[in-house]
């Protein structure tokens, strides 16, 4: 499997922009991945790379350098709902399955 | 409602018993895959069918096993429950072109 490396916690301000990072290895790869996830509910796909560069989708947009093994998840007018946890996973299994990271669990306060 | 269906959403047992999971893929897809969420593991991939076939393994325990049927729903059966084990079952199934997976709610597992 491929480590998959981000930010445990982050706090934002409701109407700001905030970035979660994300490193994995670069072996094998074929696609990167992030999900939204609310506490105790089934993750939720937000957006997916498999080439370099930004993918923009609403407020959320995300960016993936191969060369790097480096993504991020942008998100913008940030809302009080979007306090959830962001998972960062690569498709780099066999058979396409997914390989998380621990999950970065984002406050947005008021 | 991602159209993956998963039952039950709670179960509780005792340590020692074997229960069984049931998933349901979306309409279409052929390939389900089992994750499993600890608290401190964050979602682990257990194992993958496609079609009715073993595709692929993950962090599985040998007290654990799956199947697909020809109806392509699946289950994942546990035995030998330890406390350990008390986590949250996902079931999930993919696009044809593997860029989108979709998560059911979860079975919630508790043993006591």
């Known amino acids: 499997g491929q480590n998959i490396d981000q930010p445990t916690e982050m706090t934002a301000t409701e109407g700001a922009i905030v970035q979660i990072n994300c490193t994995y290895q670069t072996s094998g790869f074929n696609g990167l991945f992030w999900y939204q996830q609310h506490a105790g509910e089934a993750p939720t796909f937000l957006s997916y790379?498999?080439?370099?560069g930004l993918e923009e989708k609403g407020r959320f947009s995300s960016f993936l350098s191969r060369s790097k093994g480096y993504s991020y998840l942008l998100l913008k007018e940030l809302q009080m709902k979007d306090s959830a946890s962001y998972l960062c996973?690569?498709?780099?299994?066999?058979?396409?399955?997914?390989?998380f990271g621990k999950g970065t669990s984002l406050l947005v306060t008021p | 409602d991602s159209g993956v269906t998963q039952t039950p959403k709670h179960l509780i047992t005792a340590t020692g018993q074997r229960v069984t999971l049931r998933c349901s893929p979306r309409?279409?897809?052929?390939?389900v895959y089992w994750y499993q969420q600890s608290l401190d593991q964050g979602l682990q991939f257990l194992i993958q069918?496609?079609?009715?076939?073993?595709?692929a393994k993950g962090n599985i325990l040998e007290r654990f096993s799956a199947q697909q049927f020809p109806d392509l729903h699946s289950e994942l059966n546990l035995s030998s429950l330890e406390l350990g084990d008390s986590a949250l079952y996902f079931c999930?199934?993919?696009?044809?072109?593997?860029?989108?997976?979709?998560f059911g709610q979860g079975t919630r597992l508790t043993v006591v």
């Open positions: 309409s279409g897809d052929l390939s």
């Open positions: 999930a199934s993919t696009n044809r072109a593997n860029t989108e997976a979709f």
């Open positions: 996973a690569s498709g780099a299994n066999s058979g396409y399955a997914l390989n």
């Open positions: 790379n498999v080439l370099d």
């Open positions: 069918y496609y079609n009715g076939e073993e595709r």
